[in-house]
Each structure stands twice: as C-alpha cells, then as structure tokens.
C-alpha cells in the first residue's frame, strides 16, 4: 500500500482532546498536514479547551460530534481524507457517564466496547470514504504484555511478536481487570482483518508503553503526566492506586513522530518482524523507572527547591508493598525500520513538571 503525505490530501485524527489525540494533530500540522480534529463535543469543558487550542494551529478544521459510540460519526470527517490517525479511546480513568454519555456505565463493558465497536465504526467510515489509504491505530503495550506479564523471567524483551493473550488461561483473560488489555488485542486483530478484507487501505499499530511529556492543554491532564505533577508539586500519587511502582515512559512527542513516520514510509508494515505493530517503549534506553525514587530523584535533580510528593509503600495491612520490574523494552524495530528517534526519559520527565506548572495545573511546594 502507498504512503501518503502532506500533498496527497487531508488526514482525520481521532480523539483530538485527549493527551495523544492533541499531540497528534500539532505534529502533523507541523510537517504540512491539513488535518480534520475529530472530538466527541465541543461543547463539553474538555472541548473547549480543545478547540481552544487547536484553533490557534494552522490548517486544522475541528470536526465536532465525533464518538466512538455513534455509527455514522466519523463519516464527515474521513470523507476525501488520505489518512487516519485513531488515537481515540475509552480509558478507565475515563468511563464515567460524564465522559461517555453514550456508554453503557458500566466501567469494563465501556473499556471494552470503546475499543471494539467504537473502531468498527471507525473502520466502517474509512471503508464508506472511498479515499482513505492508510490508518495508524494507537494500541497499547498493554496488548503486548498485559496478563502475560505475570509468567514472564527475568530480564525478558518484549517485542512485536508477543501478545498479551498468549498462554493466558481464558479465565484470567476475561476478568473484568483485563478489559483494556483485551480491548487492545481485539481491536487489533480486528483492524488487522478488516483492511486485508478491503484491501484499498492499510493498517499499522503502535504499541506505547506510559505516555507521558508536555502537556499542551488542561483538558489533557490525566493518567501517568498527571501522577508525575502530583509528585513534583508534593503530594501523594492517586492513580491507578497511592501506591508505588514501576514506570515504563515514552515520550508522545517520540510516539506521535513515529505515528507520522509509519504513514510516510513507502513499505509492506505487515511484512516486517511482528507484523504491522511497533513496540513504542523504553525512553531514553531506561525501560523501567521506580516511580518514587528513580523518577522523583529526576524531578529533585531539575528542580531542587521542591518538596517531592512520596508514594504509599506501606498496604492498608502494614505490610510492604512488593514491586519488581522483569522485563527489559525498547523501540528497536521502529529505531530501524521507521528511523524513529528516542529521547532521554530525564527531558521527557522535567517537561511534564515545566508545563504542569505553566497552566497552573500544579503548585509547587517550597522546601
């Protein structure tokens, strides 16, 4: 399937208000692009601070009423467009009626079906535009290693070839707990099949470990950037527990680069090592970071004069809390088949606390 580029047309980005959505769209715009913002409402608190900031980049047309849960919703955005870009997603910070009205409430079932109907519908509109020649879909390595992880040695690699469902006992795979991982793994095998089936479109998946890097708008805060601003601005960590643990960061500046790059460049994705997938993981060469010490000694090394919040390493039960980091990550396929650059994990860390503190997200506390 051909590449496309800046000269061929307009591209749609999905999930234009969230963290790698907005990201997205500033670097396509940035090499030439016009580019179609999908989001969900305009309207809504997250939308405006979307559009506000997205209507001060050039050549971007805000695509208002686009969601996962509505057949039909994309159709405008992808008519004529060369590309999609779908970074849209239903997190579990994130299934709440407030955020998916259209959703069923239910946290698991909405995680899932954001994944699995919500692209079906996506792919329904690239087939219905006629125009779209290829569709980069933001995955996770959640579909990599996921419940997989629990039986791995010491020192493993993870790569393209490994998914999240491999060796699982299908009971464990089910469990509400694993509805992101499975989503993940589905929606995969699911666009996988859908452009072979078509035929007139390609598809290629990034796999990101814990994206994290500057914020652009308040609209983006949430998951790993936010605990990090939480930490410089010293308070105690709240998501997914205030409880330490191990991070495994990639930079979304790196993660949308390679985003672009694996629409660009003119080869088969699917006759690669791993198929059509890119592990998008290990910043910097440091594939596993304990969050309070390794990354708050990053945030003490930029910013002395603030007191460091401190994760929770003592259970409700008095107990210390167990945590080890087994598997070894990096982006070597993309490193040599896309020409994708990597960051030291230290920059990504220090523009996280620097534009937290801009948009006055956070407040450092002085020692």
Not at 232 to 249: F, Q, R, V
Not at 329 to 355: F, M, Q, S, Y
Request: proline content about 5%; overall charge negative; charged content about 25%.
């Amino acid at each position: 399937m051909p590449a496309i580029s800046p000269k061929d047309g307009p591209v749609a980005v999905t999930g234009c208000s969230g963290f790698t959505g907005g990201h997205m769209v500033r670097e396509l715009v940035l090499h030439g692009y016009q580019v179609r913002a999908c989001i969900r409402d305009a309207n809504s608190w997250r939308g405006k601070d979307c559009v506000d900031y997205l209507s001060k980049l050039p050549n971007v047309e805000i695509v208002d009423g686009c969601d996962l849960f509505t057949a039909g919703s994309y159709d405008k955005a992808f008519e004529g467009a060369v590309g999609v870009f779908h970074v849209a997603a239903v997190l579990g910070n994130s299934a709440t009626v407030e955020a998916q009205p259209l959703g069923s409430g239910d946290v698991s079932d909405d995680v899932y079906q954001g994944g699995i109907t919500g692209t079906q519908n996506v792919i329904d509109a690239i087939n219905a535009s006629g125009s779209v020649k290829r569709m980069v879909y933001t995955s996770s390595m959640a579909a990599v290693s996921g419940a997989k992880g629990a039986t791995i040695p010491q020192g493993y690699e993870w790569t393209e070839t490994d998914w999240a469902s491999d060796e699982v006992d299908p009971k464990v795979w089910e469990h509400p707990r694993n509805a992101y991982a499975r989503s993940k793994v589905d929606t995969e095998h699911l666009i996988n099949k859908a452009a072979d089936d078509s035929g007139s479109w390609d598809a290629i998946t990034m796999n990101p470990a814990m994206i994290c890097g500057p914020i652009l708008f308040k609209a983006q805060v949430g998951q790993w950037i936010e605990q990090i601003g939480r930490l410089a601005g010293g308070l105690e960590p709240t998501w997914p527990s205030k409880y330490d643990m191990y991070y495994n960061i990639i930079d979304v500046r790196d993660l949308v680069k390679a985003h672009r790059l694996t629409a660009e460049i003119d080869i088969d994705h699917r006759q690669t090592r791993g198929g059509p997938r890119y592990v998008m993981h290990g910043s910097g060469g440091r594939s596993a970071m304990r969050f309070g010490t390794e990354v708050a000694e990053v945030i003490r090394d930029h910013f002395p004069t603030y007191t460091i919040g401190e994760p929770a390493t003592i259970t409700s039960k008095g107990e210390p809390i167990t945590i080890e980091s087994k598997a070894h990550n990096d982006c070597k396929k993309a490193k040599e088949v896309l020409g994708a650059t990597i960051r030291p994990v230290e920059e990504t860390i220090r523009d996280v606390v620097e534009t937290s503190v801009e948009l006055g997200i956070i407040s450092p506390q002085l020692q």
